[in-house]
């Protein structure tokens, strides 16, 4: 099946670089992170498709055409908006990567390993889009922000992912590196990014908190009985912390309080 | 012992058979003869119940079997397929205790339950093989294993499907001898379908002849002759007599 | 002939080696043998529980259905009877129900024995063993595909459903465990004193008549309670192949085929099964994890072949 739609869209992508492109930038962004970059330095009007789940800032999904779902964007909507540059996060998207690649667009995948890589994409993004100089403020802001937040002394934390199978943000992730500049140094040492492990390990290894990303503080607690001593750190919004974004000094801040918090109610 | 009383029975699809009505003696052989596809097998399987009645009935001890439960019929009963398949390692002892299932359904079996049990393995002369899989023993032996079921059973009418279809001809009077002597020792009374007509004739006291599902006529072992057996499977047939009464039937051949 | 006392030497010699394996699985770890802190050892204890009863309740449907199928080839997981549970389970949580206890274990068992009744009603009056098989394997095609479906409207959960879906042991919520566990055991129990019926079911339809069996209802009841079970497993389990096909001929040998002997050490034989199997599972790559049912499929399908050319 997936098949036959790349077969289409190839059919499609083919038929129409035959013809001429539509003059100027047409940006398709997949993933989440980059559409708020794009927004944030006001290069939204180069924006022609975003995927399902880029729900910031909240008139994204409004204004914008969508694509579909991160792993599995349409190609039949992609060759009909006839992007001149796609940019996509990596991750996960590895299929749809090829398939478009091999169907002849430009595709530039932004996979951040830690935040000082953000900034370098943030700032080629901007030149991509023609707003350098916007990108460089941006980045300067976000400098400064990280600047100002507070750090927690020498504790430890297990990136949660998904409750059951147990699965982890190991030390390879984006969001273990941004947990690592306030002070929270992650336990899941390992080659894949993000490893499904053994809830005897993680009651071995003792971390003085659980982020959580995938489950609520109630379903962890329901699903885990047995991991006691680690406090849980649930933000109120995982958007913020899990995407490579503008948003993501917020996240920080708010990772920090909600560490501060938990150390105060013992 | 036994009425059919206009009695129909088979599947949509497959056998049928229609109409019957006779009267059958208890401490007899009855043998059930008749060509291919005349439904001998629909027949006894439908005294069991396992092809549905379509109509009439069978009165066996004054009971019509439609309103017996599966055990009660079973008590009255038994049944014996011409081959089995068994899909698993039953030992002898095991499979012919089972035959008890129907006389006692406790979740152990009780001594005398045990004791019928050996019984029936020595009477049919399978001590040697007891604790061997069913599934591993020969043709013979496996009849001989479904007689001790039935002997270990207890019941006073049994029915046998062509027992004797893939033995030689050492254990196939061996077979019906044991048979003879149930019949003379404990007066059961048998319903059996014949592979070979001429064991039908030394064994069997009555005849039950049976065409297109119809019972043509029910006759003594003396009213059999040449010219209802003629007509009865379309072709011409001879019987010879040899002394002390035994009979043989042969087929016309042209040389 | 075996009777009462055979049978509690058997039953002890069963359960001891059970007890065994669970005491195994309990103090056996990553980094060696030794009584465990007590978090760990609560954690174990659980997850051993789990694969105790999901084991011998597999293997004890795996009994009935082959006994009443007459069918060697007779398990859970290749008659759809699994992953007929699976979609249960999965309807629910499309349902946004997420709250486990007997709610889980009782629909995963009605939707077992409805795939049951479809397979069966597909491969035909004959009950021949290919048919079946082959009947459960397009059940089994068509259920997981509707699973999936079912599931791609709940991103959440969708990888721990595909997860579920090969089979896992990290259920750790009481409600749920002890509510499968106790529908488990009162199945499994129900078919062990049913045992003699299966061993008149077992001789064919004709045979058991003659036995004095009602050949309909008792493999109706036969096949309801094995499904039944199937489905509380299933619920604190998820989809593990081949348990109750394996066990079963393992315990043959050793049994025979009489019910009485055979239910009881083949259930001893899928508790032990699986709980080595998840032993392995759960330390060759540790602190990764391998799907149980992986495990117990690597081992099963050799071993359904074998069967199968038998």
């Not at chain 2, 093989?129 to 001790?148: D, F, H, I, P, T």
């Not at chain 2, 003396?222 to 043989?248: P, V």
């Not at chain 3, 062990?192 to 069996?213: H, I, P, W």
């Amino acid at each position: 099946m997936r098949i036959l739609i790349f077969l289409s869209a190839f059919v499609i992508a083919s038929g129409c670089s035959r013809h001429k492109a539509p003059e100027g930038l047409r940006v398709v962004s997949l993933s989440p992170g980059i559409t708020e970059i794009i927004y944030a330095i006001g290069a939204q009007d180069a924006l022609y498709g975003i995927t399902s789940h880029c729900t910031w800032p909240p008139e994204a999904l409004r204004e914008k055409e969508s694509v579909g779902d991160f792993s599995f964007p349409s190609m039949e909507k992609i060759a009909l908006i006839q992007p001149s540059l796609i940019l996509a996060a990596g991750d996960g998207q590895g299929k749809a990567i090829s398939h478009l690649t091999n169907a002849g667009y430009n595709v530039r995948v932004f996979h951040p390993a830690d935040i000082s890589e953000l900034f370098r994409h943030i700032i080629e993004i901007g030149r991509l889009t023609g707003k350098e100089k916007k990108a460089s403020e941006l980045v300067a802001d976000m400098k400064k922000d990280i600047r100002s937040i507070p750090k927690v002394k020498n504790k430890s934390v297990f990136i949660e992912v998904c409750p059951q199978p147990l699965i982890a943000a190991s030390d390879k992730t984006f969001l273990s590196s941004v947990c690592e500049i306030i002070g929270l140094k992650n336990i899941a040492v390992f080659k894949d990014s993000y490893p499904g492990v053994n809830a005897e390990w993680l009651i071995r290894q003792k971390p003085d908190f659980i982020l959580l990303t995938g489950s609520s503080e109630e379903e962890f607690r329901a699903l885990h009985p047995y991991i006691k001593n680690a406090k849980l750190l649930r933000p109120s919004d995982i958007d913020i912390i899990v995407r490579p974004g503008p948003r993501i000094t917020r996240g920080m801040r708010e990772i920090y309080y909600l560490a501060e918090d938990a150390e105060k109610k013992q | 012992m036994m009425i059919f009383e206009n009695f129909s029975a088979g599947y949509d699809r497959g056998f049928v058979i229609r109409g019957i009505s006779c009267r059958l003696d208890a401490g007899k052989i009855y043998a059930l003869i008749g060509p291919n596809a005349a439904g001998k097998t629909t027949m006894l399987r439908s005294i069991i119940r396992d092809v549905p009645l379509r109509s009439g009935g069978i009165i066996i001890d004054g009971n019509d079997t439609a309103y017996l439960t599966s055990s009660e019929l079973a008590k009255k009963v038994s049944y014996a397929p011409s081959e089995m398949h068994p899909a698993f390692d039953y030992s002898v002892l095991e499979f012919v205790a089972m035959g008890r299932f129907a006389v006692n359904r406790a979740f152990w079996e009780t001594e005398e339950d045990i004791n019928r049990t050996h019984e029936a393995i020595i009477a049919m002369g399978l001590e040697s093989v007891r604790r061997r899989s069913v599934a591993q023993l020969s043709s013979g032996q496996k009849q001989s294993c479904l007689l001790a079921q039935i002997m270990a059973k207890d019941t006073d009418i049994i029915l046998l499907d062509e027992p004797a279809a893939h033995l030689d001809i050492a254990h196939r009077t061996d077979f019906f001898g044991k048979v003879l002597e149930m019949k003379n020792n404990a007066r059961k009374s048998f319903i059996i379908t014949f592979h070979d007509l001429n064991d039908a004739l030394n064994a069997a006291d009555e005849f039950i002849l049976l065409k297109e599902g119809e019972v043509a006529a029910v006759k003594k072992r003396d009213e059999i002759n040449e010219e209802t057996l003629s007509s009865l499977y379309g072709t011409e047939l001879s019987i010879c007599e040899f002394s002390g009464g035994r009979r043989a039937v042969l087929p016309l051949l042209g040389h | 002939m075996r009777g009462k006392k055979d049978f509690m030497l058997i039953l002890a010699g069963a359960a001891a080696a059970g007890v065994f394996v669970f005491f195994l699985s309990v103090c056996l770890g990553h980094e060696g043998f030794g009584i465990p802190e007590d978090a760990i050892l609560r954690l174990r204890m659980t997850r051993a529980l789990c694969g105790a009863a999901a084991g011998a309740a597999l293997a004890a449907a795996g009994v009935a259905y082959q006994t009443v199928l007459a069918n060697p080839l007779a398990d859970p997981y290749l008659l759809g009877s699994s992953s007929g549970a699976v979609f249960g389970i999965a309807a629910l949580s499309f349902f946004g129900i997420s709250r486990a206890g007997v709610l889980f274990p009782v629909t995963a068992g009605i939707c077992s024995c409805l795939t049951v009744a479809a397979v069966l009603k597909i491969a035909g009056r004959s009950f021949s063993k290919k048919n079946i098989i082959l009947s459960g394997v397009a059940v089994n095609f068509f259920l997981s595909a509707a699973v999936i479906f079912l599931i791609s409207f709940r991103k959440k959960e969708f990888f721990s459903l595909i997860y579920f879906m090969m089979g896992d042991l990290g259920e750790t919520r009481m409600s749920l465990i002890s509510a499968s566990v106790i529908i488990a055991a009162a199945g499994s129990l129900f078919l062990f004193y049913k045992s003699r019926f299966l061993n008149a079911l077992a001789a064919g339809k004709t045979l058991s008549r003659q036995l004095g069996c009602d050949w309909k209802k008792e493999s109706l009841i036969a096949l309801i309670a094995a499904s039944v079970v199937t489905g509380a497993a299933v619920s604190v389990s998820g989809t593990i192949g081949f348990i109750g096909l394996m066990a079963p001929h393992i315990a043959r040998k050793f049994t025979g085929s009489d019910a009485r002997f055979l239910l009881p050490v083949s259930a001893s034989t899928g508790a032990i099964l699986l709980m080595l199997s998840d032993l392995a599972a759960k330390n060759l790559l540790f602190p990764q994890e391998i799907p149980v049912g992986v495990v117990t499929a690597m081992l099963g399908a050799p071993f359904f072949l074998w069967i199968y050319r038998k």
